[in-house]
């Protein structure tokens, strides 16, 4: 039964999950095993049985594909043409955030995104323009390690020394591409995530907002945030009752 549904269709285990009392809950599982079907029918249940209001609700997810299935299903179980819930990607949520705020960490409103080609492109010009004794490596390469380090929320210039030729020659990159990412007003898809983080964890007065507004989050597939995403997700959840779906066998 792909859409519509109801809690009678649950087993066991997954109708405890649901209607977990309030207070942290995590909920492990194998894949395929219905889990992100429980946060579909803990959403509905908070506000069908709890009486939560929807605009209280935040729930986060990795694709496009699963946010939206969990959108139209929450909707269509609640009767509801459109949901007033936070339902979307962590992605997608970083960019409702910085788009509203991130004046605040001194950038321009007005930025645009730099997606993957947007990125070869300025990392093709990059490497162009080492100096001729500058070990080679290649755009992809590059990007990669950038976005690897960027996720672990590491700035262009930590602390340790590079141990590696390669590593120097990234780490030159680094700064380069960040200062072009900046005169170009731009974000990578990266900076979605580690500039919401900093804006969360720098600017109380918007964590608070976002604090107030949010008294439940659930979050699935926990086992894959990187230390961005944790990060956020912490910083929002303080007080709100939060709701934990990871894969057991990925963790
Ligand atoms: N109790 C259930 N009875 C029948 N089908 C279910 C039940 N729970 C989940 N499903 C179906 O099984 C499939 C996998 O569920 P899903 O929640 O996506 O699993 P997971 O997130 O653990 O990978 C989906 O098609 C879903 O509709
Ligand atoms: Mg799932």
Redesign the pocket.
């Known amino acids: 039964?792909?859409f519509g549904g109801s809690m009678h269709?649950?087993?066991e285990s997954?109708r405890t999950a649901v209607t977990a009392p309030d207070g942290p809950a995590l909920v492990l599982?194998?894949?395929?095993?219905?889990?992100?079907?429980?946060i579909i029918e803990r959403l509905v249940w908070l506000v069908d049985e709890r009486g939560i209001d929807p605009r209280g609700l935040l729930a986060l997810t990795f694709t496009n594909r699963a946010a939206g299935e969990m959108r139209e299903r929450v909707a269509a179980r609640l009767q509801l043409d459109r949901l007033a819930s936070w339902v979307g990607t962590f992605h997608a949520f970083g960019l409702y955030l910085l788009r509203r705020d991130i004046d605040k960490l001194g950038r321009a409103k007005s930025f645009t995104i730099h997606d993957d080609s947007d990125q070869l492109s300025l990392m093709k010009r990059l490497i162009k323009d080492l100096p001729s004794g500058m070990l080679r490596v290649s755009p992809r390469e590059a990007l990669s390690w950038i976005s690897r380090l960027k996720q672990d929320l590491r700035e262009p210039d930590w602390g340790e020394e590079p141990e590696t030729d390669e590593e120097e020659v990234c780490r030159v990159l680094w700064r380069r591409y960040h200062d072009g990412l900046a005169k170009a007003s731009g974000v990578d898809f990266d900076d979605l995530l580690v500039l919401t983080a900093r804006l969360l964890r720098e600017c109380d007065g918007v964590c608070e907002k976002y604090r107030r507004r949010f008294t439940h989050i659930l979050v699935d597939e926990y086992q894959d945030l990187n230390a961005a995403e944790q990060e956020f997700t912490q910083l929002i959840a303080e007080n709100a009752r939060l709701t934990i779906i990871g894969d057991e066998d990925q963790s």
């Open positions: 039964m792909p269709d649950l087993n997954q599982a194998g894949a395929g095993s219905g889990k992100t079907r429980v």
